[in-house]
Nanobody, 126 residues
Framework: QVQLVESGGGLVQAVGSLRLSCAAS????????MGWFRQAPGKEREFVAAISRRGGTNNYADSVKGRFTISRDNAKNTAYLQMNGLKPEDTAVYYC???????????????????WGQGTQVTVSS
């Protein structure tokens, strides 16, 4: 198993930036593709970004493409989500997740991820 803990959320004004971190412990971090999802009040959880095991492949939701960047540091067992140009509609609880069955690629579906963090709140004011 792997345990995931997110950090870095908070309150920020529109067009501001935040960097979320996802610290992993347990089994070898590099065995997992990583993803970020978010859930706003009253809405379903949605895909944000994903990165392959070695970081060579990224995948983004259209709504964040060009503004958010996913990365990982396998030596530090940590994945990141750099969020620039934040908008009020980005307000949500952000979750990181780990998937072991993606091969060398990425995954966009929540059901492809076996392990989830508890989430970190991101609030963007207008």
């Amino acid at each position: 198993q792997v345990q995931l803990v997110e950090s870095g959320g908070g309150l920020v004004q529109a067009v501001g930036s935040l960097r979320l971190s996802c610290a992993a412990s347990g089994r070898t971090f590099s065995s997992y593709a990583m993803g970020w999802f978010r859930q706003a009040p009253g809405k379903e959880r949605e895909f944000v970004a994903a990165i392959s095991r070695r970081g060579g492949t990224n995948n983004y939701a259209d709504s964040v493409k060009g503004r958010f960047t996913i990365s990982r540091d396998n030596a530090k067992n940590t994945a990141y989500l750099q969020m620039n140009g934040l908008k009020p509609e980005d307000t949500a609880v952000y979750y990181c997740a780990a998937a072991s069955q993606t091969g060398w690629g990425t995954a966009r579906g929540a059901d492809e991820y076996e392990y989830w963090g508890q989430g970190t709140q991101v609030t963007v004011s207008s």
